[in-house]
């Protein structure tokens, strides 16, 4: 594992939706799915964790080391971007 948790962040055309690159393995599945918060409360321990600590995430998809976030358009994206960082933090270090 590596030392540190980087996360590297991409936008595209919706203004709501964000990629997250992460430097960890966030699922050995190939996809993990969450269309709303109640479904991640019921999913893996990595989906529970964000969906917990991070205000404004609606919908979340994880891939091995990416995770697409959907916020709720009254959240800003900073605060969305810096609980998940330091929820990831907390998880792997």
Avoid: K
């Avoid at 599945?29 to 999913?43: A, F, K, M, S, V």
């Avoid at 810096?82 to 270090?93: G, I, K, P, V």
């Amino acid at each position: 594992m590596s030392e540190y948790v980087t996360v590297d962040v991409e936008y595209g055309d919706d203004p709501n939706i964000a990629e997250l690159y992460v430097n960890q393995t966030l699922t050995e599945l190939e996809e993990e799915r969450y269309l709303n918060p109640q479904e991640g409360d019921l999913g893996s321990p990595i989906a529970q964790l964000l969906f917990a600590a991070v205000d404004g995430i609606e919908m979340l998809t994880i891939e091995c080391d990416r995770l697409t976030i959907t916020r709720a358009p009254d959240h800003a994206w900073e605060a969305i971007i810096d609980e998940t960082r330091d929820a990831l933090r907390d998880w792997y270090l």
